[in-house]
């Protein structure tokens, strides 16, 4: 059919992200860019395949989808505009469609996507804001990684962010539970050795779960190259500290608030943080 294909943020990745028919995550105003949602909504026709209609993957009621211009198959029923055919099987309409001659689309990339470049040296004397954290993270995926995401700032931070390869993404979309990247990326390393897991965790979620690092230095993955690495996010909107004396392909580290500087004082913690990342060479 050579259509674009858009993902939800429970589908995230299920599709290869530099695929070229790929434009991004949709989810009302919780979609990756404007293109996507502006292409999504201003469709002759959205065919959603396995959509959870949900107020999160609707990007909590801000999704314009017109229903007259929708066909929505799940597992259980098909809706074809406003009308519904509950005796049709999810794989009997997939086989049909695939069998069915459909005249190719000819469509104009309404956002490929460009390289993430690091950050210039203007922008590293102003302020680190999390749009910044996320486009230097960007610099690091490559076929070889696996992003873990939280709940909280790093799962709808994380939308923009493009994976190489198939499930390269893994987050608790559904039950949006708190805690789970950090346990999850020891599964994702016990999974597979070729994988290495980058956990986007802020530092409530941290604190629920954090200590399941133990478990991977127990299991002997801590000695691994696919180690579990944790990006604790600075909060560095309120972040004061001139980056010019890092280097952009930073890594960080899960090291604590200093003692006595509280989680809530944001920009100490950035701080703390920065100051622990490797200084430019
Ligand atoms: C188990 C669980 N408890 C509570 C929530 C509600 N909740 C969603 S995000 C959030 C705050 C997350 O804080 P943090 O991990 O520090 O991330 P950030 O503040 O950067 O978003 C809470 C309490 C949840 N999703 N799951």
Not at 172 to 185: E, L, T
């Amino acid at each position: 059919m050579n259509i674009p294909i858009a993902a939800d943020l429970l589908s995230k990745s299920a599709v290869p992200e530099n695929h070229p028919l790929y434009i991004g995550v949709y989810g009302g105003a919780m979609s990756s860019d404007e293109h996507v949602r502006n292409y999504v909504e201003s469709a002759d026709l959205v065919l959603m395949l396995g959509t959870f209609i949900t107020d999160m993957s609707m990007g909590f009621y801000t999704a314009k989808l017109d229903r007259g211009r929708t066909v929505l198959a799940t597992s259980e029923r098909v809706n074809v505009r406003y009308h519904r055919y509950d005796s049709i099987q999810f794989r009997d309409f997939l086989e049909s469609l695939s069998a069915a001659k459909i005249t190719h689309k000819h469509f104009k990339h309404p956002n490929p996507h460009a390289l993430p470049e690091p950050l210039k040296k203007t922008e590293r004397s102003q302020k680190l804001t999390m749009v910044d954290v996320f486009r230097v993270l960007s610099l690091h995926l490559d076929e070889r990684c696996c992003v873990v995401a939280d709940i909280g700032d790093d799962i709808f931070g994380a939308v923009g962010i493009r994976s190489a390869r198939q499930a390269q993404f893994i987050a608790p979309a559904y039950y949006m539970s708190m805690g789970f990247a950090v346990p999850a990326s020891i599964g994702v390393a016990m999974a597979t050795k070729k994988l290495r897991p980058y956990v986007l965790v802020g530092d409530g979620a941290f604190q629920m779960t954090g200590v399941e690092i133990s478990t991977a230095v127990r299991i002997g993955q801590a000695a691994h190259r696919s180690r579990p690495r944790s990006y604790l996010r600075a909060q560095t909107a309120d972040c004061e500290v001139p980056r010019s004396a890092r280097d952009d392909r930073w890594e960080t580290t899960t090291a604590p608030d200093r003692p006595g500087t509280g989680t809530k004082d944001k920009s100490c913690r950035a701080r703390n943080i920065l100051r622990r990342l490797p200084q430019s060479a």
